[in-house]
């Protein structure tokens, strides 16, 4: 599957990697919902961290759609509150 | 596709979408959107230049004070040579005056200078992704030529489009960090061109009684300190013991203390 870090690049990353993606994703959320930095930066690193080691960056020439999009590497606590919890978060 | 039901990815990628729908026909968009990427580099970079302008004027602030603080030590020196121990006492006094603000101003230059550090990296990197939107461009451009390849368009206008929508936001927030940044050096140079530092100096810098006269305290041993140490400088010891500075603080004595 392609993933994009967002404002980084895309990456062509195993497909054996989305479930723990996806684990550390929910587990980020948890952690932005318990307003817990430490725990959220560490978890969001992970993330950043799995993609770039598992990932091989997409060429310039290739045009793919990502099937999954990851905020951008410089995401604070505050910014993620506002965008993934409270109002307007879509539903699991 | 694996279902990824992370819900930052989720949320993260129905907001590109949402920018991918504004643009229409990519082809007609890329190159001025790319046009416009260009020149928004160009403000982050003009960011820099602020920064670094306002940093540059703190560091001429620096200077001055650090010759201001070279002239009063000499100052009290003459003084005290002359004995007008007076004299001496204010050259000290305002010595530690500048003394803060120096360290004060120290501080503000090394947070801009992290500052700059930090937008260059920007720069560079917003520079290398939009390298990489103008290869993916020449990219789409010459597939939307060849009028055959309908169906393969269409996926890779999403891939161009979704690459715009990114390099725009990696630009918003590099232009956000970058208004930030300018105007907290701003901001810096303002208070010390009206001079804000000397006022908080002299009301002790949290402006609250206790911290006023903390810093009165602090100030005026080093004061003392100061004095005795050129004092013993000169031969004119009227210094107390080591260690015995407190016991005579406010007359630290004009005269000699009384055997």
Known sequence: MIVRIATEGQYHLPDEDSQRLNDLDNQAVEAVEAGD??????????????????????????????????PPPDTTLAEAAHEFTGDGLIPD | MAG?????????KAKINKLLDKAEDPSETLEYSYQKQMELLQNVKKGIADVVTSKKRLQLQQQKLEQQVVKLDTQARQALAQNREDLARTALERKQFAQTELQSLDQQVAELETQQAQLIDKEQKLRSKLEQFRTKKEVIKAQYSAAEAQVKISE????????????????QRAQD??????????????????????????????????????????????????????????????APEPGQLGAGEESAPSGERPA
Request: no cysteine; aromatic share 2%; hydrophobic share 40%.
């Open chain 1, 37 to 70: 930095e430490d725990r959220f930066l560490q978890l969001f690193q992970e993330m950043l961290d799995l993609v770039r080691r598992d990932g091989t960056p997409v060429g310039d020439d290739e045009l793919e759609e990502s099937d999954v999009i990851l």
């Open chain 2, 4 to 12: 990824m039901g992370g819900r930052m990815s989720t949320v993260i």
């Open chain 2, 177 to 238: 960090k970058t208004e930030a940044m300018r105007a907290r050096a701003g901001a810096m140079e303002e208070l010390e061109a009206a001079g804000a530092f000397d006022d908080n100096l002299q009301l002790g810098s949290g402006g609250d009684d206790i911290d006023r006269q903390l810093h009165e305290l602090t100030s005026q041993s080093a004061v003392d300190d100061d004095l005795a140490k050129m004092k013993a400088e000169l031969g004119q010891s009227s």
């Open chain 2, 156 to 171: 890779a206008a999403t891939g161009v489009g979704e690459e715009m929508a990114d390099v725009g936001l990696a630009m």
